[in-house]
């Protein structure tokens, strides 16, 4: 396809679009679908069928609305009114004339002016719940794939990069690593064969943003990977999806041949020598199969466990060629920021963290589901505006973010920035972001008990440390719980802490002792609460 | 080829390019402690016993998997590293069973010379006793996972130099398991040429030789040396 018949493409859909009177946007991520969305939607399709209303309404499937808690969720396009915890008995009011004033579904309409929807900024998921992800001329109607035809057709590669690296972008994947920086240290290698990798092996415990990146907006993931590809110089991309995605990998297939048979994804892309493939790899669901090694191992066939870095794979990656990762919504990222300039990115968030960031909020909260913040918002916003509170007014005590590798962040701590610095500083990460909320009835002690057992069950067992360490500090922690735990165990537990963060070979272990180590510094009492009197007053042994 | 000068633990020596900082630490005395290395084989960087500091890098690097490079400050036994060398080596005896008076390499176990050179005299963690298995199928071998430490030295030695691959790592975490094929009896293997080598470069009681009782197992580890030498001069007589 050339650049026109791609802006004539979008045209021709948006044309058609405009003569329907009304589309039904029915959420059919997985919160929703969950909740009976499939119902919905066929029972409005059913319903514009026996009205004989073909080609004048229709009913499309869409990503993730993003407030989860309410599902499932119905938009109309006519007046842009949400609906929330639709049945499917509410299918002919939908299809009717005026349906806002059906007196059942003005009940469930939904305020949009509220500060969870007002405070929140799309980039990532604009097209979450806007488009269909099963059709590629929505996202072409939706302006898609016009950066990577503008990369292909107007810029070199190394202009390309120069606008990643303008607008600041930081890897989405956890650690923050700047993005621009890792395509230029794989586009200065020598040789010919490259690749790309896009991590969606999303693993933390309560994560789903980048399964509904995926699910809700495939091709975005897909343009932002070629777009990478001609960046680098390479003509061969692999998502590695975790295995219980099966909606994401139907979806991502789907698209992939799509875009194959539009010839925006394959060779001669934009009628350029430029060529692009790209292919799923289907992970088992290791949690370690996201550390970027063990995940090269483990699209090479072999066991999915890390190795020594360096080399790093941007020099030895897949079968030792030059190998660009990111995760899912870095790429998602990269055809915003081609279309409207890197400057424009850069100027949201606050620097050196730009951008937004999507969280998925759990735990004690109001408006559990997913969101999307500039960079820099507060945790109070996040919390108590968008999130709404925690729910049956009671009392916010803190917030785990960063999953496993993360930390709890104390109610002292509301109005710190969301940002990676900002987070590190006080004890987290940002992750690859998880929220959850704790309220005064959790125990702490339980919290970090609850992600040292994850790490022991997810560890891969090829290093010491981190093997045989998180095994007895989630003895120990349990110990502590039943109140069974000696000051001693206490300043053991510490003890591996260090030596994990030191010592391990992967990020996993490394990172293992976070929950523990910041709940001991915000919320130490509940842990010397639980042991025995007579240890923790004279502080010896029995 | 290019020859690198570095100081290690002060003493000022000289390595070739691509060589190792474990490698040119023993070649000059300096005995860095390890477990998961084993001259001849692959490096994994498992054990984490040979962890050392670099002057100018935040993180400690494993010997055994750095190479050296030009003015590299290298300390090899601050106390610091001491302390986790011990750490990691009670996490080893609280792992599973490393009761050495009933053993059959008592006395000329790596792990035992380790903990008693590291002064590892007490396990201040709870020792987690799994009840794992004991495969005494094969005719000349036998293996005891209660001893296993998941070096993995068996798994390399038998793919890398016997070209076997009977041996190999299932599971993950703690609950991992050394198997011998799909995980059949070692009795069984089909690809088991009874070689022996995954016996001599095991560093625990984990594989003996069958008819030794406490204490009696002696390992021959110079073979392994004597292989990949004769392997890289091409002699192949003994
Ligand atoms: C134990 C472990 C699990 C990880 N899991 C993921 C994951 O699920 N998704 C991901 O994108 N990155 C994950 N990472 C980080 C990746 O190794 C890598 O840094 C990332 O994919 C790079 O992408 P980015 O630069 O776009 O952030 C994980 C790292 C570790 C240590
Ligand atoms: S730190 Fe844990 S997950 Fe990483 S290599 Fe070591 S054992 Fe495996
Ligand atoms: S005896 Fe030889 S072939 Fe058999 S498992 Fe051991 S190393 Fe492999
Ligand atoms: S059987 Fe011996 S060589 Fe093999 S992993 Fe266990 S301890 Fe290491
Ligand atoms: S799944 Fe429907 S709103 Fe999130
Ligand atoms: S000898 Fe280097 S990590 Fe084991």
Redesign the interface.
């Known amino acids: 396809m050339t650049f026109e018949e791609l802006m004539e493409q979008q045209a021709r859909e948006l044309e058609r679009q405009r003569a329907l009177s009304r589309r039904i946007y029915c959420c059919t991520a997985a919160g929703c679908v969950s909740c009976g969305a499939e119902a919905v939607r066929k029972a409005v399709a059913a319903e514009i069928k026996s009205r004989e209303l073909d080609g004048t309404m229709e009913v499309c499937g869409t990503g993730c609305m993003g407030l989860c808690s309410q599902g499932p969720l119905v938009r109309t396009s006519d007046d842009g009114a949400l609906y929330g915890n639709v049945e499917a008995a509410d299918a002919a009011a939908l299809v009717s004339a005026a349906p806002a004033d059906d007196p059942r579904l003005a009940q469930r309409r939904i305020d949009t002016s509220t500060p969870f929807f007002v405070k929140q900024k799309k980039i990532v998921l604009a097209n979450s719940g806007v488009v269909d992800p099963e059709r590629i001329a929505d996202y072409i109607a939706a302006g898609g794939y016009q950066a990577l035809a503008k990369a292909v057709a107007e810029m070199t590669p190394r202009e390309v990069i120069a606008e990643v690296r303008a607008s600041g972008l930081r890897g989405r994947g956890g650690a923050g690593y700047p993005t621009a920086l890792k395509w230029e240290l794989v586009a200065k290698q020598p040789g010919a064969t490259k690749y790309v990798v896009c991590n969606a092996d999303e693993g933390d415990p309560g994560a789903f943003m980048d399964r509904s990146v995926l699910e809700g907006d495939p091709h975005r993931v897909l343009e932002g990977m070629a777009i990478a590809g001609y960046a680098v110089g390479a003509q061969q991309g692999y998502v590695y999806v975790r295995g219980e995605y099966t909606l994401a990998i139907q979806r991502l297939q789907a698209a992939i041949r799509q875009a194959e048979r539009e010839r925006l994804l394959g060779s001669r892309i934009f009628e350029d020598t430029f060529q692009f493939r790209v292919d799923l790899r289907i992970g088992a669901g ?1 949690f ?1 199969c996201g550390e970027e090694t063990a995940l090269i191992a483990s699209i090479e066939g072999r ?1 999915g466990q890390p ?2 870095r360096p080399p790093y794979p941007p020099e030895s990656g897949l079968w030792g060629k030059p190998t660009l990762i990111n995760n899912v919504e870095t790429f998602a990222n990269i055809p915003p920021i081609l279309v409207n300039g890197g400057e424009w990115f850069a100027g949201i968030g606050s620097a050196p963290s730009t951008g937004t960031k999507v969280f998925a909020l759990a735990g004690k909260i109001v408006n559990t589901g997913l969101i999307e913040v500039p960079m820099g918002t507060s945790l109070r916003e996040i919390v108590f505006d968008i999130g709404g509170g925690v729910p049956g007014g009671g009392e916010f005590k803190a917030a785990q973010t960063g999953g496993p590798s993360g930390g709890c962040i104390p109610a002292e701590f509301l109005d710190t920035p969301v940002d990676f610095e900002s987070l590190a500083r006080i004890g987290s990460i940002m992750g690859s972001g998880g929220l959850i909320v704790m309220d005064k009835t959790s125990s702490m002690v339980d919290v970090a008990r609850y992600f040292m057992e994850f790490c ?10 981190c ?6 500090m989630h ?1 120990i922690l349990t110990r502590i719980l039943k109140r069974e735990a000696t000051r ?1 165990d206490l300043e ?1 537990l510490e ?2 802490c260090v ?1 994990l963060g ?4 992967c990020g996993l272990g490394q990172t293992a002792p976070n929950p523990v180590l910041s709940t001991l510094k915000y919320f130490r009492r509940e842990y010397e609460e639980l042991l025995p009197a007579e240890h923790s007053a004279a502080g010896g042994e029995r | 080829m290019s020859v690198k000068t570095l100081v290690i633990d002060g003493k000022a020596v000289t390595g070739r390019a691509g060589e190792t900082i474990f490698n040119v630490a023993w070649e000059n005395g300096v005995r860095i402690p390890r477990l998961c290395h084993v001259g001849g084989l692959s490096d ?5 016993l040979c ?1 050392v500091e670099i002057e100018g890098q935040r ?2 690097a ?1 010997a055994c ?1 750095t190479p050296v490079e030009e003015g590299m400050v290298v300390h090899t036994s601050s106390e610091r590293l001491k302390e ?1 060398r011990r ?2 080596l009670e ?2 005896l ?2 599973r069973n490393h009761v050495c008076a009933v053993c059959v390499m008592n006395g000329a176990c790596e792990l035992q010379d380790l903990a008693a050179e590291l002064g590892v005299d007490h396990v ?3 020792y ?1 006793f799994p009840k794992l298995g004991v495969d005494t199928s094969h005719e000349r071998f036998g293996q005891d996972q209660n001893r296993c ?2 070096c993995t030295r068996c798994v390399r030695v038998c793919d890398e130099v016997e070209g076997a691959h009977t041996k ?2 299932f ?6 398991l050394i198997i011998n094929d799909m995980g059949g009896p070692w009795g069984e293997s089909d690809t088991c040429t009874s070689c022996g080598k995954c016996v001599q470069v095991c560093p625990t009681g984990a594989l003996f030789s069958k008819g030794k009782s406490v204490a009696e197992m002696r390992k021959d580890r110079g073979f392994l040396k004597y292989i990949v030498t004769a392997r890289e001069k091409r002699e192949w007589i003994r």
């Open positions: 290791a370690v066991r190795r020594q022991m069950e997810e560890s891969c067992g090829k290093c010491i440390p093997r045989a360490g998180t095994a007895q003895d001693a053991m003890r591996l030596l030191e010592t391990s070979l | 994994v960087g498992a054990c984490r962890l993180k400690l494993a998997l986790h750490l990691i996490l080893l609280a792992e201040r963690l709870r987690r430490i998941l190999d790592v599971g993950r975490g703690s609950g991992s």
